[in-house]
């Protein structure tokens, strides 16, 4: 049902399909078992503000499992404010939400946008972060000369 509701949904969504996403998405937040379907529906409805309040509250849950942060890397890539997104997570206290940044800024750095020395910047940071959850994968980002 959620992938079903989940393909119906964006910018131009008709009320019905917006309130019974609404609905179920109450419902799953309190199933710490679909955690993941409540992502991925919810990355349909919320904007980037909503979702890094989501990463924040999963992080404070500690919900943010594998599962979970395979549905959050997924609606970070496909967030429209990939930059906005990242400022919002580069210094959150939890490595899992500081990788979803990292996430974020290589989505930001895609090829319309590329890599400036402002992101090249931000990526040194996350290289030279304390946690190997967010330094490892950093290590491996090399943005083009």
């Known amino acids: 049902?959620?992938?079903?509701?989940?393909?119906?949904?964006?910018?131009?969504?008709?009320?019905?399909?917006?309130?019974?996403a609404e609905d179920l998405l109450l419902a799953l937040r309190g199933d710490e078992a679909a955690t993941s379907l409540y992502l991925q529906l919810g990355t349909r409805v919320w904007g980037y503000p909503k979702l890094v309040a989501?990463?924040?509250?999963?992080?404070?849950?500690?919900?943010?499992?594998f599962d979970?942060?395979?549905?959050?890397?997924?609606?970070?890539?496909?967030?429209?404010h990939p930059d906005l997104l990242e400022a919002s997570l580069t210094s959150h206290s939890d490595p899992r939400v500081r990788r979803l940044g990292l996430a974020?800024?290589?989505?930001?750095?895609?090829?319309?946008?590329?890599?400036?020395?402002?992101?090249?910047?931000r990526l040194s940071r996350y290289q030279r972060d304390p946690s190997i959850a967010v330094s490892g994968p950093a290590s491996f980002v090399l943005p083009p000369e």
């Open 104 to 121: 974020a800024l290589v989505h930001a750095a895609g090829p319309k946008e590329g890599w400036t020395k402002d992101r090249r910047s």
């Open 1 to 20: 049902m959620v992938s079903a509701l989940a393909a119906r949904l964006g910018p131009y969504s008709s009320s019905p399909h917006l309130q019974v």
């Open 68 to 80: 979970a942060m395979e549905a959050a890397l997924a609606a970070v890539r496909a967030s429209p």
């Open 54 to 65: 989501v990463l924040s509250d999963l992080s404070v849950r500690d919900l943010l499992h």
